[in-house]
């Protein structure tokens, strides 16, 4: 389903060879570990996706709701995109951006298949009377109000999935709130996200047994964090915050950190438990 990415993003961001987008019309982000691309020019699907796999990554998907709040923010307040950069008339005449969900394949078998290869997760059955496959994340149009209105192939053809940045049909909410997704033809030319899998993860020298996040016993919050982390934790623990470059940017008192004067991005919480060092991931917004 997806095309790993096999460099790290300080490479991505000047990969001469991939000329598909301009590079001043990429915004980037990360969350929880994963590298993103906001790319400010209007492609097809088909040719979204060619990019997104030329650039190293695939067109994104939604596992959460988390997610879908982090990438929509990003959208209006990170990207600064308009809302009426441009308008799809078979999507209601709003502004939209694609990810990576399709069911061009099999009408109603809507898959991640976000490097458009013919494969990928389903993740649901159906038009706008189908259902969740294995309760998996949708945030089709209706969502909001709990009326369940996408995605409904409209005129046909409409095989491909897309954030919408305002209510519609345009000036309503009538079938749609904004962030939800549409149903929209593949031809329509509008932005696009890319996602890439790995992410630059830092060396640190100061153990040789860190463990990624896996003792359940430990929970860092809120994450994303804008001000302050917590950890919860029924142990005696000491912990730090160490940065992209591995350089150890703060440390724990009584559990808490304040992080409101560090840069956006990605950072890792490092718990030491006796001779042990577990890594857990954590975004500053």
Sequence with gaps: MKT??????????????????DTNNIYKFT?????????????SWKDAAACAAERGGYLLQIEDSLKQLKVYDEILNGANISTTYTSVTNGGAIAYIWIGATDQATEGDWLWDNNDNGSGSKFWSGGNTGSSVNNAFQNWGGKLKSSQNEPDNFGTGQDFAA??????????????????WNDISGTSTIYFIIEYDSVKVPADTTSSSILEHSNTGFKPYPNPAKDRIYIESNKSISAYLINIDGKKVG???????????????????????DSKIFRYPIVIE
Excluded: H, M
């Design 163 to 180: 954030i919408g940045l305002a209510g519609w049909p345009a000036r309503t909410t009538l079938l749609g709130s904004p962030g939800e």
């Design 31 to 43: 969350y929880l570990g994963k590298n993103y691309e906001i790319v400010k020019e209007q492609k």
């Design 251 to 273: 440390t724990f008192k009584e559990n808490e950190l304040d992080v409101s004067e560090l840069a956006r991005g990605t950072y890792w919480i490092n718990i030491r438990e």
């Design 4 to 21: 790993l990415s096999l460099i790290f993003w300080s490479i991505l961001s000047v990969n001469a060879f991939s000329q598909c987008a």
